[in-house]
């Protein structure tokens, strides 16, 4: 029913995700509320205003002293409604904020002004993105500089995205296309030029475009800067090394030396490449030089993609 009232009406845009129906329904929702009540309420006041026109120049009115019941009736009624917007609103974010576990990986950097997206496999993009159909895709994304969002309306998504630090969002396509992609989020002088397309497309077309064009996979990229910084001479796999071994490492409990928990998902990977002194393991000592200013955002990502296959298990999931 939503589907064909979508179609007819050129408001909307394309609904192209596995969420996108639900969202609608919920918007939808919305907006009925909205217009039922203030019809209600135009339609209320003018007939009364009819209703109670005064009628010769020495009528007076009789005095109203209120109802109980009146008053109870327009503050529950109101309560209830909202409670239902707000428990459906929270219900599906909730619902959607966890991407599956099969979810495949791309990296999101935004920068003014312009989005750069690297799959998998190594194939990276400006200003596009080149998605197979019925799969579910994860955004890693952080920024170089200033606060952006990352926009596909035909997908029902907007994040933020975050500099110093990493956001996810995820979606899976359902319909092959093209559709808009925005920053959503004012990022300086060119930011209305910050725009984008998702191109979804079938799993086959998607392999014959990741094959066409060269580019290391963002793991054996992560390998050769892990070699090249010589972060193996400390990281040690025999765990003699100065630094902890990191097989393994991905997903898992680390205790801290100030007694600390933390889970080591993508966020703490940055900050232990990036400001290693914040937060120190316990049983080392803090003897690890920054990467700050050595690696940009793109490769602290090729980085961490390596360390998750480290010990075989890249199982391990953030969020
Ligand atoms: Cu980036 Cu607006």
């Not at 529950?76 to 495949?104: D, E, T």
């Not at 990352?150 to 559709?179: C, S």
């Not at 097989?247 to 290693?276: C, H, K, W």
């Amino acid at each position: 029913m939503w589907d064909q009232l979508r179609e007819s009406l050129p408001l909307f845009p394309d609904a192209a995700s596995t969420i996108a129906g639900e969202v609608d329904t919920l918007y939808f929702f919305l907006v009925a509320t909205s217009l039922f009540f203030s019809g209600l309420i135009f339609v209320l006041i003018f007939y009364f205003m009819l209703k109670y026109r005064r009628r010769s120049e020495d009528e007076i009115p009789a005095e109203i002293e209120g109802s109980t019941v009146l008053e109870i009736a327009w503050s529950i009624v109101p309560f209830v409604i909202v409670m239902i917007m707000f428990g459906w609103g929270s219900w599906l974010y909730v619902k959607n904020g966890r991407s599956p576990a099969n979810a495949m990986d791309m990296h999101v950097v935004g920068k003014q002004w312009m989005w750069k997206l690297q799959h998998p496999e190594g194939k990276r993009e400006i200003n596009e993105l080149h998605v197979p159909i019925g799969r579910p895709v994860r955004l890693i994304m952080t920024s170089e500089d200033v606060i952006h969002s990352f926009f596909v309306p035909a997908f029902r998504i907007k994040q933020d995205v975050l500099p110093g630090r990493y956001t996810t969002v995820w979606f899976e396509a359902t319909k092959l296309g093209e559709y808009h992609l925005f920053c959503a989020e004012y990022c300086g002088t060119e930011h209305s030029l910050m725009i984008g397309k998702v191109h979804v497309m079938t799993q086959a077309d998607y392999e014959r475009w990741l094959m066409s064009g060269e580019g290391e996979s963002t793991t054996s990229a992560g390998e050769r800067l892990f070699s090249e910084l010589r972060c193996d001479t400390c990281h040690r796999p025999d765990g003699v090394g100065r630094g902890p071994v990191l097989d393994r490492v991905f997903g898992s409990q680390r205790l801290m030396r100030n007694g600390e928990r933390v889970i080591a998902d993508e966020s703490y990977l940055r900050e232990s490449i990036l400001t290693p002194q914040q937060r120190v393991l316990t049983g080392y000592r803090p003897v690890m030089p920054t990467f700050q200013g050595q690696v940009n955002e793109e490769q602290v990502l090729e980085l961490i993609s390596y360390i998750k296959t480290l010990g075989g298990d890249s199982a391990g999931r953030a969020r």
